[in-house]
């Protein structure tokens, strides 16, 4: 059930990057306030992210995500009612506020139903939707757009999503936070909000955690918000065409490897403490070099097979994204965790699309297109940057696992 409630999470936010070349030419947008418009979403989502994952550790999560859903839904509806920058601005912001509440429930939520020993292999199965909703968000909305108007697909996912919410309301269950069934005992008194910081940051792998997602979300966004564009410009799809391949050759990839990724960071994390950080750092040292060549080949061949290899290591980094983050955090503060990790990542990786969005007006390598392929290509490096990290970070756990102590679960 959250499978298909997180799919719509991110179709509904993948929708606007499909049909920025139809904002462009029919409004008159060009590429700086194209990443403005990007952006918005991000900084209210990062921005709401610790009060979403505060309240998650403390109110029932189910109505959390389902009311989110609806909230969400209903404003990728309004979309289709904008006109003018503001308007743009406004909607993607308030559709960041609803959706920030998802993720450090749902994550919770699914802890709950997983012990140490399945958390990555679920979490990894979980993250298949986001692939899923990307490439469907992005292909779908270029589709509409190019047949019946670029607002005709902001009415579809978002009356879909409020259809969903209000089935899943019947079906989706709260479990215990301690994984067990419902009872009618009244829960532990929760803990304050300093208490909550304490427990999370006196991990000083937590802190490199937050700060690789910054890295890794930061290449993230921008592939997200630019691709299509980068494609039609460059190699001159159309705007479907560039909806779907801009997506589903990373995306696709992404999420063929992330249950392997997953059931390999869980036997990783049973020999080591901190396993599964392996696995993130291997896709983004090996990820670094395909990231470089999307950027910079000219040829579409070697630009599809950059785009896959990237995106099947960008499923290994995905898979422990917050399953590395459980396994140093306590259990009662994981939404919390969460939330700030949001924060922390998506504050971060709203300056991508501007990055890109302002390089490509002004940087001087001649033209557009070329300020694009470079801003894009820069991204390489930065998965260098964050694979180092996250080897810190391991290095920093110098103890075995549960598992590998012979305590199992």
């Known amino acids: 059930m959250l499978w298909f409630v997180c799919f719509f999470n991110y179709a509904d936010r993948q929708a606007i990057y499909a049909v920025a070349p139809r904002l462009r030419d029919e409004l008159g947008f060009d590429e700086e306030r194209l990443g403005y418009i990007f952006s918005a979403f991000m900084w209210v989502y990062a921005a709401g992210a610790p009060c979403a994952g505060f309240l998650a550790d403390r109110l029932r999560r189910k109505d959390l995500i389902l009311g989110g859903c609806l909230f969400w839904s209903f404003v990728t509806v309004t979309t289709s009612w904008c006109s003018r920058f503001w308007h743009f601005v406004t909607v993607r912001a308030l559709e960041g506020l609803g959706e920030t509440f998802y993720f450090p429930a749902s994550m919770s939520l699914v802890s709950d139903y997983h012990s140490a020993r399945t958390r990555s292999r679920a979490m990894a199965f979980h993250q298949s939707s986001v692939y899923v909703g990307t490439i ?33 309301y019947r079906c989706l269950r709260e479990p215990a936070r301690e994984g067990t069934i419902v009872t009618a005992e009244r829960p532990p008194e929760p803990p304050s909000i300093r208490d909550t910081l ?3 940051f006196r991990s000083p792998t937590a802190v490199v955690l937050m700060l690789v997602f910054v890295g890794a979300n930061f290449v993230a966004t921008i592939f997200l918000a630019w691709t299509p564009m980068f494609l039609v410009e460059k190699f001159h799809f159309k705007l ?8 589903i050759y990373i995306h696709l990839a992404s999420a063929l490897s992330v249950p392997l990724a997953g059931w390999l960071a869980d036997r990783l994390a049973r020999r080591w403490h901190g396993g599964r950080m ?6 983004l040292l090996v990820g670094a070099t395909f990231v470089f060549l999307v950027g910079t080949t000219r040829d579409l061949g070697t630009l ?7 995106g099947f290591c960008k499923g290994f980094y995905d898979s422990g994204i917050f399953a590395a983050l459980y396994d140093v955090v306590p259990a009662h503060v994981r939404a919390t965790a969460a939330g700030l990790m949001n924060t922390v990542g998506w504050t971060g990786g709203a300056l991508g699309p501007i990055f890109v969005g302002y390089w490509t007006t002004h940087g001087g390598y001649g033209n557009k297109v070329e300020n694009m392929s470079h801003a894009i290509a820069y991204c390489g490096p930065i998965y260098l940057v964050a694979a180092v990290l996250l080897l810190v970070g391991f290095g920093l756990l110098r103890r075995p696992s549960a598992d590998a102590a012979g305590r199992g679960e």
């Open 136 to 168: 469907l968000g992005s292909w779908v909305g270029a589709l509409f757009a190019e047949t019946l108007g670029w607002r005709v697909g902001f009415y579809f996912f978002g009356l879909s999503g409020m259809l969903l919410a209000v089935v899943l």
């Open 198 to 200: 304490q427990a999370i």
């Open 240 to 247: 479907a065409a560039a909806g779907l391949n801009g997506t």
């Open 278 to 283: 392996l696995v993130q750092a291997a896709g």
């Open 304 to 310: 599809i097979l950059s785009m896959t290899v990237f």
